[in-house]
């Protein structure tokens, strides 16, 4: 007789960033082995919602405040999309949580009419490559030195909306 894995993943609610959020969100971005991105970076693109869509994962657990535990940011170019980035908390992370971040800005690019993604990753970076690839991203190029600390270049992905 077969057993019923019975999985117990936690309820995100996905909801487009506030100012409130901007240092937790840069928290969660360092410990994803990002560099931070200026809070004045995001206090401009929180202001440009014609150009940019940024996005929190958070969980609400029982007796403990709301946490961001995934963020997505993603920018607008008439008939292209460029997804800037996608952070998922490491205790969190293969739960579903960077699928529901990327659909939701594929979803919003598809809305503004655009008709392709782009985004930059490294080539060393193989679990987010095997990420994107998964959800339908080819490669389509190399920039070179596009990355420091330690510098490597940018492998070019895209897909179809």
Known sequence: MASRLNYS????RIENMSLQQIDEVRRLE?????????????????????????L????????????????GLARFLTTEMELCKIVTAVGFRR????????????DEGRHRQCRACFLEVRPSNLNAIRFYEANGFRSVGMRPCYYANPEENALIMACEL
């Open 95 to 106: 739960m579903g949580v960077a699928v529901q971040l990327l659909h939701r800005l594929l």
């Open 9 to 12: 993943f936690p309820a995100v």
């Open 30 to 54: 360092q410990e994803g082995g990002l560099e931070p991105w200026l809070p004045e970076d995001y206090h401009i693109i929180l202001q440009e919602p014609n150009l940019w869509l940024a």
């Open 56 to 71: 929190t994962a958070s969980i609400a657990e029982e007796g403990s405040p709301e946490k961001i535990i995934g963020t």
